[in-house]
């Protein structure tokens, strides 16, 4: 059974940084871990996807260049390094497993299983 718990949110200014945490278990060796995030009124939107040894680390143009994603294998941590926050990442964020979908010249990321997010809210 794959488990996935979010923590490290909470209330940040703008510009700011945080970094949340992602306990994970229970996923395969073939299985890939990323972000999505959903804010009030807003669909979800996928922020960054892990790489594996056919294909790289994905992240959506909203945070390219903030945000960095990393791992530590031996604690069964992912983490989600963000940098100069802005009011607009505030959301409900959530680890999750993701997997790369390309359908003719077209690459789409999916998010197929995810736990309870944390919330982050960035004030101006």
């Known amino acids: 059974e794959v488990q996935l718990q979010a923590s490290g949110g909470g209330l940040v200014q703008a510009g700011g940084s945080l970094r949340l945490s992602c306990a994970a278990s229970g996923f395969t060796f073939d299985d890939r871990i990323g972000w999505f995030r959903q804010a009030p009124g807003k669909e979800r939107e996928g922020i960054s996807c892990m790489g594996n040894s056919d294909g790289r680390t994905y992240y959506a143009h909203s945070v390219k260049g903030r945000f960095a994603i990393s791992s530590d294998n031996a604690k069964n941590m992912v983490y989600l390094q963000m940098n100069s926050l802005k009011p607009e990442d505030t959301a409900v964020y959530y680890c999750?497993?993701?997997?790369?979908?390309?359908?003719?010249?077209?690459?789409?990321?999916?998010?197929?299983?995810w736990g309870q997010g944390t919330k982050v809210t960035v004030s101006s």
């Open positions: 999750a497993v993701c997997r790369e979908e390309v359908y003719g010249s077209s690459i789409y990321y999916e998010y197929d299983y």
